[in-house]
């Protein structure tokens, strides 16, 4: 047996066929979190009962394993009728897992914001809705931003769990090459490097990112 | 079966969640330990080759690396358990997480401590063990429980190699039952009642911490 370089790096082009797939999954999530996350945020905020609630949730999603998530929300949706495919059901939990996470950036970042801010708003008699769009989101994204970037990239690592769902991303091509000759070590190599690259490769360019936000943000 | 049933077979599996998260620790405290002091110590070529390290483990997708060392190791002639491979792998990746806020904790103590000690003619590793990690590692302790939770929901992924945790009863009693939502909700519930104590533990960790004035004292 051995390790098979060269069936290793055949692999390489047939995972990363599933490149886009890998992509769009984790884009999505990170967008479907950041919505989550702040309206849960802004909820908590609000207080009273539903603000409560929302705290619970936060705790009760920052508490469990995105695994179950997937399978719970795998097998329950159908039950009550709501028919998505995998790779939407995939999206899904990796939105509400990570939006419980994401809320704890979002209060962080509107905590740092000085309480004059919203005072003076107020004293402007700006509404609620303009506060948040035009007062605390811009000010809270800049100092949000490094968190927030290292989190889309867990999402990023996160994206292969929906491999156990059966959704061809890229470490379900890896399988699909492994179970066609029983041979595991290589493609899950190749995966693995691929997903490690990707992942350095997005931090970079998020830290990139974050640096032109400080900078464009200091007068 | 009753929802009582459902309990007490999904809680069967309670023993080799703990058994893995008390193993995976084994390797992660080791590994924190060691490679973030010597990240914080080293310069030049030598940082950089414990800095691939730590980034091997910690950028890595957690669950491809699983699967790449359950199904490589074998094939290169190294022979170890499920369980052994699953501590290795979640107990590394965690301890990775957790050199980073090691080394954090030491480069944010003031220069003063570490002259303090020179001044007082100790030997720098007596500086560092008695007089710096003690106040880094106090410093940092909410982080380490925040990576304990991580450590202890990544175990789910157990499941996928045969091991017995709590998420892979919760699919055997799913395969003889037609109930996903209790058992499901069942097996969420299972973690939030082991990972929310923790939760509420490193939450008081940190009021503890912020309380205590200056920023080292108080524990």
Request: charged share 10%; net charge positive.
């Amino acid at each position: 047996m051995g390790f098979d370089p060269d069936f290793a790096v055949s692999s390489v082009p047939i995972i990363l066929s599933a490149l886009g797939t890998t992509l769009a999954v984790a884009l999505a999530s990170c967008i479907g979190a950041a919505i989550i996350g702040f309206a849960f945020e802004l909820i908590r905020r609000a207080g009273g009962l539903g603000g409560a609630t929302t705290r619970f949730i936060i705790d009760f999603i920052r508490s469990t394993p995105v695994l179950a998530w997937l399978y719970f929300l795998y097998y329950v949706l159908p039950f009550y009728g709501i028919r998505i495919n995998a790779i939407g059901t995939g999206i899904i939990a990796l939105s509400l897992y990570y939006s419980g996470y994401l809320a704890e950036v979002f209060k962080a970042g509107i905590d740092a914001i000085p309480r004059g801010q919203s005072e003076a708003a107020k004293a402007l008699s700006l509404s609620r809705r303009d506060t948040i769009v035009h007062v605390i989101a811009p000010q809270m994204l800049r100092n949000i931003a490094p968190p927030l970037g290292n989190y889309f990239v867990s999402i990023l690592k996160a994206t292969p769990y929906l491999a156990v769902l059966a959704v061809p991303e890229m470490l379900g091509r890896a399988f699909d090459i492994a179970s066609e000759i029983y041979r595991y070590a290589e493609p899950l190599a190749a995966a693995g490097l691929i997903f490690l690259v990707l992942a350095l490769l997005v931090s970079a360019g998020v830290k990139r990112l974050e640096n032109q936000l400080l900078w464009s943000g200091t007068r | 079966m009753t929802i009582l049933d459902i309990w007490l077979g999904i809680l069967r599996g309670l023993g080799t969640t703990a058994a893995v998260t008390g193993y995976g620790l084994v390797f992660a405290v080791p590994f924190a330990l060691l490679l973030g002091v010597a990240q914080y110590l080293t310069r030049g070529i030598a940082r950089l080759a414990i800095t691939c390290i730590i980034e091997f483990w910690r950028s890595s997708a957690v669950i491809i690396l699983l699967f790449f060392f359950y199904y490589t190791l074998p094939v290169v002639g190294v022979t170890l358990s499920a369980w052994t491979v699953s501590a290795m792998v979640l107990g590394l990746n965690a301890g990775g997480y957790a050199s980073q806020a090691v080394r954090a904790g030491l480069q944010a103590l003031p220069a003063g401590q570490r002259e303090a000690g020179k001044a007082l003619g100790l030997s720098r590793a007596t500086t560092l063990l008695l007089i710096e990690l003690p106040q880094a590692l106090v410093a940092m302790s909410p982080t380490f429980v925040n990576t304990l939770i991580q450590l202890v929901k990544g175990t789910a992924l157990v499941s996928l190699v045969t091991l017995t945790d709590m998420t892979f009863r919760a699919k055997e009693i799913a395969q003889i039952e037609y109930n996903p939502i209790a058992i499901y909700s069942a097996l969420l519930m299972a973690f939030f009642v082991v990972c929310y104590p923790i939760a509420l533990m490193g939450r008081w960790l940190e009021a503890r911490i912020g309380k205590s004035g200056g920023r080292f004292g108080g524990i």
